[in-house]
């Protein structure tokens, strides 16, 4: 729980990192806006039955990010495709197939989810401690939070007690997940009806500081973008050589540190110093050399360009806090809490 001073420095101060203390206070992060039902979610539900839960995720953590250093990256776009279709309710997970043969985890953008074995190791480890307790979608919630800690970024408190959805919803991801070739009109909506007005989605969207993206995403703005007959016009010519480069085919990946690697190659400095869930990805969107077309539109609106030039030119402190902000926020949208849905044992599987 957060005491009430930890909620105000959480909100005033830059660095949002709050020791974990005493008495529950009214989360200052409007939990669900959007959702409803946000207040059945509390800090450390989990106290009586599952004390050492934030502890046991932690301590996980830590040892699946030192073996993979993408882990943070794969767990927050996981969280993020949850989040968005049905809410924080672990339906993302399911693999079951269901009456249309389909799975949500495999709609679009075309299995390139990952780190489902993450969250399994992680619910092995909390089943043998307090069994059928803890549901996968808090799981899922508190391993982004503490792989966006060990990747730089800031701490924010999470609320728990969601339960997991009794299904999955293929159709709904295919048509709601924004699309990597989608204009700022279409981004701004698919968030805006999620509660996010257009400087959350700014935040939001620096999840792309970390990670990883597929060839197969760019290589439509290369050429024949939409059809023209010619490259995205928004490339600037050096980044247009620099991109056809590094995706002469759909099987590579380009790491979204490019832009940070290619400052330090050319100051012939390390790129060690380029893995951290900092604001170089703002930096990159104000010079056009955004990686995906939605990347690059951010600048081409007034309102989110204005939240993207903020990020960029501050030392980094402006977009850890509503980073921070933005993603409590998220990780409480849409839950399933109370009576409904269940507490899964095998986060792929429903129980019966
Ligand atoms: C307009 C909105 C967005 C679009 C179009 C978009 C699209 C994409 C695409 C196409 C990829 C590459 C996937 C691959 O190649 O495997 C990607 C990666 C990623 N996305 Fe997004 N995304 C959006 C918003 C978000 C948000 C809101 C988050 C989280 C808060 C997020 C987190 C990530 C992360 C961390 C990666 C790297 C994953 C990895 O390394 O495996 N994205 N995104
Ligand atoms: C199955 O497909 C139909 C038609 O596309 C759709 O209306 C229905 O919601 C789907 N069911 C599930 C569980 O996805
Ligand atoms: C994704 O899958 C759909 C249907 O399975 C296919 O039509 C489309 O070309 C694929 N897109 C990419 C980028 O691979
Ligand atoms: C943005 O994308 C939407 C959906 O594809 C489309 O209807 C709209 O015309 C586009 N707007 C602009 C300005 O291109
Ligand atoms: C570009 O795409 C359009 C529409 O998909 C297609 O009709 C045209 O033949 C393509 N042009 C080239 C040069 O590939
Ligand atoms: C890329 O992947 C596809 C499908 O996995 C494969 O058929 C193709 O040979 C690969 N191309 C290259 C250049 O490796």
New binding site residues.
């Given amino acids: 729980m957060f005491s009430r001073n930890c909620v105000l420095l959480a909100v005033f101060s830059f660095l949002v990192i709050c020791p974990v203390t005493t008495v529950a206070a009214q989360p200052e992060v409007d939990p669900g806006s959007a959702s409803g039902f946000p207040f059945q979610l509390r800090y450390n539900y989990y106290d009586e039955k599952c004390e050492d839960l934030e502890g046991i995720v932690w301590s996980k953590m830590k040892t699946i990010v030192k073996l993979q250093h993408?882990a943070p990256?794969?767990l927050?776009?996981l969280m993020?495709h949850d989040c968005f279709i049905g809410g924080c309710d672990a339906s993302v997970l399911l693999a079951d197939r269901n009456e249309n043969g389909t799975v949500e985890r495999e709609a679009i953008?075309n299995r390139?989810l990952?780190g489902f074995n993450f969250i399994d190791t992680i619910k092995d480890e909390i089943e043998e401690e307090c069994p059928g307790v803890v549901s996968c979608s808090d799981i899922l919630v508190l391993a982004t939070r503490d792989g966006i800690v060990l990747a730089g970024g800031p701490y924010y408190p999470v609320l728990t007690g969601r339960r997991d959805s009794k299904e999955s919803f293929f159709d709904k991801a295919m048509a709601e997940i924004?699309?990597?070739n989608?204009n700022f009109s279409e981004?701004l909506r698919l968030f805006s009806v999620r509660g996010f007005d257009e400087r959350e989605t700014v935040a939001?969207?620096g999840?792309?500081n970390?990670?990883?993206?597929?060839c197969q995403?760019i290589r439509p703005r290369l050429s024949n973008f939409t059809g023209t007959g010619l490259p995205d016009p928004t490339i600037p010519p050096y980044f247009l050589e620099e991109l056809r480069r590094k995706c002469p085919d759909d099987n590579n990946?380009i790491s979204?540190m490019l832009n940070d690697e290619h400052t330090d190659t050319a100051r012939g400095l390390s790129v060690s110093i380029a893995t951290s869930l900092n604001n170089h990805y703002y930096k990159t969107l104000m010079r056009g050399r955004g990686l995906?077309f939605?990347d690059q539109q951010l600048m081409a609106n007034e309102k989110t360009a204005a939240a993207a030039t903020d990020y960029a030119i501050d030392d980094g402190n402006i977009f850890r806090t509503e980073f921070a902000h933005a993603m409590a926020k998220m990780s409480n949208f849409g839950v399933v809490t109370g009576s409904k849905g269940e507490v899964r044992h095998s986060c792929s599987h429903l129980n019966s």
Wanted: charged fraction near 15%; avoid cysteine.
């Fill in positions: 993408n990256a794969q927050l776009r993020f953008p390139t990952k924004p699309r990597p989608g981004t939001l969207l999840a792309h970390i990670g990883r993206i597929g995403f990946t979204n995906l939605a």
